[in-house]
């Protein structure tokens, strides 16, 4: 893990000179790495370490840099169209990946690759972007939007119409 984290942080000094077209393939692989190892809840932006929450910078420049290594891309959806550098987290999930995965998803829900979903958790047309982590048991609610790296804890029901947008810090209460 020492290693793709040198990677980011090296990658992340020179970020202004980094382009789709001369990124190197070490850092689109590290980038890459830490992007699918969020979507699949393995590691976190944010967590709590002894009673306290520690923001990970390291994956927070990741996430940073995947923008700058990608091209935006016609990407379709079941409600429309989008032009984005973002795939949507589940554009190749089928029934049974859903039901391995144990949560539920309402049209139009959104979820960028790279945020984590947990089991029992249910999304209603709503809104979660990269990096983000939505714990077991949550209701993200209609027409609320989970920002970038946002850290919603297990059992948060409902989360309504509201921006949650923390992203050094703990689940809102």
């Given at each position: 893990?020492?290693?793709l984290?040198?990677?980011?942080?090296?990658?992340?000094?020179r970020r202004a000179?980094?382009?789709?077209?001369n990124?190197?393939t070490?850092t689109?692989?590290a980038?890459n790495?830490?992007i699918?190892?969020?979507d699949?809840?393995?590691?976190r932006?944010?967590?709590?370490?002894?009673?306290?929450w520690?923001t990970?910078?390291?994956?927070?420049?990741?996430?940073?840099?995947?923008?700058r290594?990608?091209?935006?891309?016609?990407?379709d959806?079941?409600e429309s169209?989008?032009?984005?550098k973002?795939?949507?987290?589940?554009?190749?999930?089928?029934?049974a990946?859903?039901?391995?995965e144990?949560?539920?998803?309402?049209?139009?829900?959104?979820v960028?690759q790279?945020a984590?979903i947990?089991?029992n958790t249910?999304?209603?047309?709503?809104?979660?972007?990269?990096?983000?982590y939505?714990d077991?048991?949550?209701?993200?609610d209609?027409?609320?939007?989970?920002?970038?790296?946002?850290?919603?804890?297990?059992?948060?029901?409902?989360?309504r119409?509201?921006?949650?947008?923390?992203?050094t810090?703990?689940?809102?209460?």
């Open positions: 893990m020492q290693q984290q040198n990677v980011i942080e090296t990658a992340f000094e000179d980094i382009t789709p077209a990124v190197d070490v689109r692989e980038v790495q830490v699918s190892l969020l699949s809840g393995a590691l932006v944010a967590e709590k370490i002894d009673g306290q520690v990970h910078q390291w994956l927070k420049k990741a996430v940073l840099l995947s923008f290594i990608n091209d935006n891309q016609v990407i959806g079941a169209r989008y032009f984005d973002v795939p949507m987290k589940f554009a190749d999930y089928d029934e990946r859903f039901q391995k144990g949560f539920r998803v309402v049209p139009p829900a959104a960028r790279g984590f947990a089991r249910v999304l209603m047309p709503s809104y979660v972007n990269i990096g983000a939505v077991e048991g949550t209701m993200v209609t027409w609320a939007t989970v920002g970038s790296c946002a850290q919603i804890g297990k059992k948060r029901s409902p989360l119409r509201r921006w949650y947008r923390r992203r810090g703990a689940a809102p209460g």
